[in-house]
């Protein structure tokens, strides 16, 4: 092949070759010592025998991708990298170009024939760098920025064929390398000269061994970016020029963007476009979610690397996909579906990548690609939903099974899939082997870390291209979809078949499987709808807007509408109330005549509604026939659990039918329906109006988001409230016993002590005076403020401010006692979480401005919370709730526990 191209020179300052090698002695002999370290570079590729492979700077494409290897590096600031190339005089004079993570040691390397960064024999080309015994003088520098290092190794020329060498003969270092270099390192030492190996990758690697016929024996690693790793042998492919690189994806038809699972062809060397509107996942475009170019390492990669590079050390193990299930296509209800309609195929998946659906249609119990209808591609995080056409793998109409049986699908989905597409390699003889050389588990039945997947069988593209793949030399087997050992080479081809081609190769580790089943039928199909609807039917404490203790109705509708053509049976309607709502009472309110589903009288707001009634024949188990209609209703009362968000409900239904008795063939959510709802919110009476489409799938047609709402209604939640009772709990330290209540009838906050879910006795915990008393100067007055949370929710963020009485002075130290040892300056106390309050838990905290809850400040100075006046004689700020933040609301009495608290501080008598 000759290739045209065109380059842009970019001026990089070079390096000085005497400054260079100067400052790199120097810092060995500073450090003392000279590790031989191992090369990395053309060295590796070398190393199994066969042919050299030439790393290619040239202008030519092959899939619209130019044939530029562009290698990385990653480094450490402080670590030392050592460059050399078989190129003493490339087409720009820029042998050697390197480029730093930020941009700020950007370099140029210009080898010279008289020896600096020349590798000019195979000995220096394996000894590597000096000071290793026998090695080529580098180009070197001192890394100055951590990061990913770019590397270019320019060729001698922009187009020709470089001279054929084994890998054991005298590599050229003229003109006659071509557009390729015949021999290139690149070595990282630590900053005591250790060897840093495994840093060196790259997206592709564009190559060429001067003709065909001629092996190619280099060993690849492959990292994905889910943390696979894999040892691709090359194993003798016979390729002349290609590109080698390796993704997600492999080849995808662009019609509906799905991956092929096939290898391509063209009409040209050009390979592009291939036949059918298909391209190939292209190495040198950014990673999306979905196509995600895999690093190609020359040895095994160093986790540092890996780290650096956001990889994970050690692989991801495959989600198993969830909620897998069938849904017929005519938009009725259930896993049936009529000849040649299909329906979709839906399930849950935590994190993308790619799934395989095999739908068993020849029914012998083998989930076989070769043979039985295959859907696969790139699943999403989330819900997902495939078509099937109703056809199996030749393409005909599945017909229905002997008494309308159901057909097995099965689900895996796939972690570390690695796509091998090979560009234009004509040969093939001895197979690649692959092997997974970390998997993170066990293999299924069958299958090893050797195990590789491929299709060279002739097929037809979703645009309607026929591709043709037949051709002397072709693969055998043609079509291992199934999985074949690749320890001693497979996919083998010869006679050129891989010409105008792209072969694609590939690998994965596999999720657990998971069942589903569908019904093909011909006559019977139920047509089962579920509606719903909720209405605010009591409004318990007058206020006219929907609070705790009021009082809710839902109605519950399901029906069997024609089109459908059979009877629902074992039909059975589930119903779980949200923990907001305290079940009432449940009740059939009507059903067409001759019905015979009935209530579950064990119903309480959870599980079955209805009670699936046995029986030997279908016609007397729990069936709505067709053109049924049965509605139910359910009465709750609003708890206190209500946070304040939607209250979200939906019904259930499951059944079968009389051809498939055994098998639960359908599943029925309700549908929210406002059922002439006029204003919201609703006055008690009325319904809530509920969203038409809230653009979710929760179980119904996957291919529809509006037949599937729950029902919401929201609860006006009232505000916290946070009750505060203060008392003089003690004189001159005597404490005060007994419960004294505040009655002042012009005090809104009269009944606060009489609140009823203080800790109960109240004379134990809500003790001390607050009048009535005689002092004198000189005394000390202890003060306890006492606090519930006792509202509609949760109190959050809670401060409480007290100023300190006028004609008083602030104790600072009075609690000193009590508190830490060798502590001082403690004149609040905390109390939380109170069980009784003498002998309650307390936190003393200091009147500082430190971490701990509370604070004094003195007269004149500005506190950050606004207090009741103004702060002419001290104040004290205490932060309640901190960690958390929240102090619940009390439900009952002392509960719960954390719900109530005191803060106390004491002064005397000016």
């Avoid at 691709?232 to 963007?257: E, H, L, Q």
């Avoid at 009725?332 to 309609?341: I, L």
Wanted: negative net charge; contains cysteine.
């Amino acid at each position: 092949m000759q290739f045209i191209h065109y380059f842009t020179a970019i001026a990089r300052s070079k390096l000085r070759q005497t400054q260079a090698i100067t400052s790199f002695f120097i810092l060995l002999t500073a450090l003392g010592g000279t590790n031989i370290v191992r090369a990395e570079g053309s060295k590796q590729l070398v190393s199994q025998g066969g042919n050299r492979p030439y790393l290619e700077w040239a202008s030519g494409t092959t899939a619209n991708i130019v044939r530029k290897t562009l290698l990385k590096v990653y480094v450490k600031q402080g670590e030392i990298v050592n460059l050399g190339s078989s190129v003493h005089t490339s087409f720009d004079s820029q042998d050697i170009v390197y480029r730093s993570p930020f941009g700020r040691q950007n370099g140029v390397c210009d080898v010279l024939s008289t020896g600096y960064g020349f590798i000019d024999t195979l000995a220096k080309e394996t000894a590597g760098p000096l000071p290793n015994l026998g090695g080529y003088t580098p180009c070197s520098f001192v890394a100055t920025e951590t990061g990913i290092y770019e590397v270019e190794f320019h060729a001698p020329n922009l187009t020709g064929n470089p001279a054929i060498r084994t890998t054991t003969a005298t590599f050229p270092t003229d003109n006659t390398q071509g557009s390729g270099v015949a021999a290139w390192d690149i070595t990282v030492r630590d900053i005591l000269g250790n060897p840093k190996n495994g840093r060196v990758f790259t997206n592709y690697v564009a190559m060429n061994l001067g003709g065909n016929g001629i092996p190619l024996n280099s060993d690849f690693f492959i990292q994905t970016k889910d943390g696979y790793r894999y040892r691709t042998d090359m194993n003798g492919v016979d390729p002349f020029g290609f590109i080698f690189f390796a993704n997600s994806r492999g080849y995808i038809d662009k019609t509906d963007n799905s991956t092929l699972y096939r290898t391509a062809k063209a009409d040209n060397n050009a390979l592009s476009p291939f036949q059918g509107n298909v391209e190939v996942q292209r190495p040198d475009l950014p990673d999306t979610v979905t196509d995600i170019t895999h690093l190609i390492f020359i040895n095994r990669p160093d986790p540092e690397a890996l780290i650096h590079l956001g990889i994970p050390t050690s692989p991801v193990i495959p989600a198993v996909p969830t909620n897998f299930k069938f849904t017929g296509g005519t938009g009725g209800s259930g896993n049936q579906t009529p000849v040649g309609v299909g329906g979709n195929f839906s399930f849950d998946v935590s994190s993308s990548g790619s799934y395989q659906i095999i739908v068993d249609t020849n029914t012998d119990g083998v989930y076989d690609p070769s043979v039985d209808r295959v859907l696969q591609n790139v699943a999403n995080a989330g819900s997902n939903v495939v078509f099937w056409d109703g056809k199996n793998a030749a393409g005909t109409n599945l017909p229905p099974r002997s008494g309308n049986a159901p057909y097995n699908a099965q689900i895996t989905l796939r972690a570390g899939e690695y796509h091998f597409p090979m560009l234009d390699a004509e040969n093939n003889p001895n197979g690649f082997v692959i092997e997974m050389e970390n998997a993170p588990g066990a293999f299924p039945a069958g299958k090893n870390k050797y195990t590789i997947y491929y299709n060279d069988t002739n097929y037809t593209t979703k645009n309607g291209t026929f591709v043709s793949l037949d051709g002397t030399g072709a693969t055998n087997p043609r079509n291992a979809a199934t999985g074949i050992d690749s320890s001693a080479g497979r996919h083998q081809f010869s006679s050129n078949y891989g010409d105008f081609k792209g072969i694609d190769t590939w690998a994965f580790f596999p999720s657990q499987a998971v069942l589903s089943n569908l019904v093909i039928t011909t006559t019977n199909q139920a047509n089962v709808r579920g509606r719903k609807s909720v209405r605010f039917l009591t409004d318990a404490d007058g206020s006219g807007t929907v609070t705790v203790g009021d009082r809710v109705e839902y109605t519950i509708t399901y029906s069997n509408l024609s089109p459908g053509n059979t009877s629902a049976i074992n039909f059975v309607i589930n119903d779980t109330l949200p923990p907001q709502l305290t079940f009432i009472n449940a009740a059939i309110v009507s059903k067409t005549t001759g019905n015979n589903i009935t209530l579950n009288s064990s119903y309480s707001g959870a599980g079955a509604l209805t009670t699936l009634v046995t029986g030997t024949t279908a016609s007397n188990s729990s069936t709505l026939r067709v053109g049924d209609t049965i509605t139910i209703r359910i009465i709750a009362e609003i708890n206190s659990m209500n946070s304040g968000n939607p209250i979200s409900n939906q019904a259930t239904a499951t059944f079968s039918t009389a051809d498939n008795p055994s098998a639960t063939v359908g599943t029925v959510l309700t549908d929210a329906d406002s059922n002439g709802a006029t204003t919201n919110p609703p006055t008690p009476g009325s319904y809530f109006f509920q969203t038409a489409d809230d653009g979710i799938n929760t179980g119904n047609d996957p291919t529809r988001t509006d037949d599937d709402d729950p029902t919401l209604f929201t609860v006006v939640s009232p505000p916290p409230k946070l009750r505060l009772v203060k008392r003089i709990t003690a004189l001159n330290e005597i404490n005060f016993t007994g419960f004294v209540d505040y009655i002042n009838p012009s005090d809104p906050r009269a009944l606060d002590d009489n609140a009823p879910n203080w800790p109960q006795p109240k004379d134990t915990y809500l003790r001390g005076a607050f009048n009535n008393l005689s002092v004198k100067p000189g005394d000390e007055v202890e003060y306890t403020i006492y606090f519930l949370s006792d509202g509609g929710r949760n109190s959050t963020n809670v401060q409480v401010c007290d100023l300190i009485p006028a004609n008083t002075t602030f104790i600072p130290n009075a609690f000193n006692n009590q508190a830490p040892a060798n502590s001082s300056d403690y004149g609040i106390a905390l109390g939380l979480s109170a069980t009784n309050l003498p002998t309650a838990p307390t936190n003393y905290v200091t009147n500082a401005a430190d971490a701990d809850q509370g604070r004094f400040y003195a007269a004149g100075t500005t506190p950050p919370l606004s207090c009741s006046g103004s702060n002419n004689n001290g104040a004290i700020i205490v932060d309640v709730a901190t960690s958390p933040a929240t102090l619940p609301r009390a439900i009952a009495p002392g509960n719960p526990t954390n719900s109530y608290g005191f803060i106390r501080f004491r002064v005397r008598v000016n």
